[in-house]
């Protein structure tokens, strides 16, 4: 079981992606600053001093998009934020992962934290305890269009929160629960009061405030992108063995070169390069196959730096998000020192969406490049090596399949990089005529990594193996690497079933950072 570790502290502004890995997978406990509960109660003043005034704001006394126009009645603004609720649990497809759902709950509370959402302190106090007790709504992963905010999906959020819906509860990560880290489904309304957390009753605008968002997107781009950052990491290591199973030449990542062309990403990928290659016994002698190696080798800094960069472009715009006030209306003082509510479209996803597209197109071409240097380790005439890195080759196939796998990824991978953002389909009769697709493109950005990790898992069995055939020692770095994947996998003598194999290395990848 693991522990809660640390506090995250949410006030609606200074939230990052690590902190949201931190509760999402690290279990730690969530609270909300001081300023941020009072800023919530003044908020809420604003919407309770807009109902007693009688001005009509979309959203308090009226219905939802194409029916905004429709006047609801006072004794009817509570039984308007439930039906929003109910009505919008229209979600379908396998279930979020429990981290991504945490980092769904942690964002919401973040940007009611803000102080423009109207709602009362009991609606965010509710999500927190549940985040700290381990109550996990079950919130299907289709179902948003990304605009409107993540309406669906945020609502079977919501749906728990009242007491209703379905819950998993005790996972394991939280003291008490299940040993085997899997948690028990069961309905809401039983997990909240095994949890000992009393269900809301919604008051105006409370529904609202609790689905109009970008909540989901920004979750599954902000986990997407730190394991991008360490997968990106060991993916220069990877190739870097690649360069030595293959007796490249450390040229290419001179200084003065990147100097030459000084994108910041480039240059910081070549100093990589030299550090992970750093004491290598072959370059010592400057003895390279080659004059110049192809291009999969000579231009790791160019392809990986580039995918540096859109990685940090990416990880700007999600902490923007993840800190900004995403719902319609935003509750201010106006002129004359009178509650207003303000509707504009910052519940509209396209920051992200265009991101998360520009990341899965940045993270396909880890891939693209990994798959091509497995594909030169098994090629004789271009390594060098024994065919398909295996000595009996014709008796043992030796990795020659596993390159028919990264190549199969790597291909399936072109097709979910076509853009979600450039699509856009009318909703609500039209009165959300366009919209940013950007929760599609966040899952088909994690979906691409998720390929892209077992590629460079193949790369690194396949590099660690050209190895072998090698008398020279490599650097530090590549001979660390390579011991830590021989603590989990032999290297291959004859033929065996690998698909273990390339699980264990797709696991190390996750898990460890191979620069030491």
């Not at 919407?47 to 194409?66: D, K, L, N, P």
């Not at 519940?347 to 693209?368: C, Q, R, S, T, Y």
């Not at 291959?492 to 460890?512: G, T």
Request: aromatic share 4%; net charge neutral.
């Amino acid at each position: 079981m693991n522990q809660n570790v640390g506090t995250v502290v949410i006030d609606g502004n200074s939230l990052t992606i690590d902190m949201v890995k931190q509760v999402a997978r690290g279990g730690a406990k969530v609270t909300i600053s001081r300023r941020a509960k009072e800023a919530i109660v003044e908020s809420r003043k604003r919407v309770e001093e807009i109902i007693e005034s009688g001005r009509i704001t979309y959203g308090i006394q009226t219905g939802f998009g194409e029916l905004c126009n429709v006047r609801i009645s006072d004794k009817d603004i509570e039984n308007l934020q439930r039906n929003l609720i109910v009505s919008d649990v229209c979600g379908v497809g396998r279930p979020l992962s429990e981290d991504v759902v945490r980092a769904v709950m942690l964002l919401r509370a973040n940007a009611l934290a803000k102080g423009y959402s109207g709602c009362r302190p009991v609606i965010v106090d509710t999500l927190i305890e549940m985040l700290n007790k381990g109550v996990h709504p079950v919130i299907p992963e289709k179902g948003s269009v990304g605009a409107s905010g993540d309406l669906a999906p945020l609502a079977h959020m919501a749906l728990v929160m009242l007491g209703e819906g379905e819950a998993i509860y005790n996972s394991g990560r939280f003291p008490g629960g299940d040993a085997d880290g899997v948690g028990t489904w069961m309905p809401g309304r039983k997990a909240m009061k095994k949890a000992g957390i009393e269900p809301v009753v919604l008051k105006a605008k409370e529904g609202l405030s609790l689905i109009n968002g970008t909540q989901l997107m920004t979750a599954i781009g902000a986990l997407a992108c730190y394991d991008a950052s360490k997968l990106l990491d060991n993916a220069i290591v990877v190739g870097a063995m690649s360069l030595e199973a293959l007796q490249g030449n450390d040229s290419a990542f001179h200084p003065i070169l990147m100097e030459a062309r000084p994108h910041i990403g480039i240059k910081e990928v070549a100093g990589k390069m030299r550090q992970i290659l750093q004491g290598s016994e072959r370059l010592k002698k400057g003895t390279p196959l080659h004059v110049q190696d192809a291009y999969s080798i000579r231009c790791i800094p160019q392809v990986l730096g580039s995918v540096l960069d859109t990685l940090n472009y990416a990880k700007g715009v999600l902490e923007i998000e993840m800190n900004s006030a995403t719902d319609n209306p935003i509750i201010i003082l106006g002129h004359g020192g009178k509650s207003c509510g303000i509707s504009g479209g910052n519940f509209h996803g396209e920051p992200v969406a265009l991101a998360m597209d520009f990341l899965k197109i940045a993270l396909a071409e880890i891939g693209n490049i990994s798959e091509r240097r497995t594909a030169r380790l098994m090629d004789s005439k271009l390594s060098g090596l024994p065919p398909f890195l295996t000595k009996d080759s014709g008796l043992n196939n030796g990795f020659m399949v596993s390159q028919y796998t990264a190549a199969a990824l790597a291909s399936e991978n072109k097709i979910l990089c076509h853009p979600a953002s450039i699509d856009s389909i009318p909703t609500s009769a039209n009165q959300e005529d366009h919209v940013s697709m950007g929760t599609i493109a966040a899952r088909k950005a994690a979906e691409v990594l998720d390929n892209v990790r077992k590629i460079v898992a193949i790369e690194y069995l396949c590099a660690a193996q050209g190895l072998e055939f090698l008398e020279f020692r490599s650097s530090p770095v590549v001979e660390r690497a390579k011991g830590l994947l021989r603590d989990y996998v032999p290297p291959l003598v004859e033929d065996r079933v690998l698909s273990p194999d390339i699980l264990k290395a797709e696991e190390l990848l996750k898990n460890h950072d191979l620069m030491g």
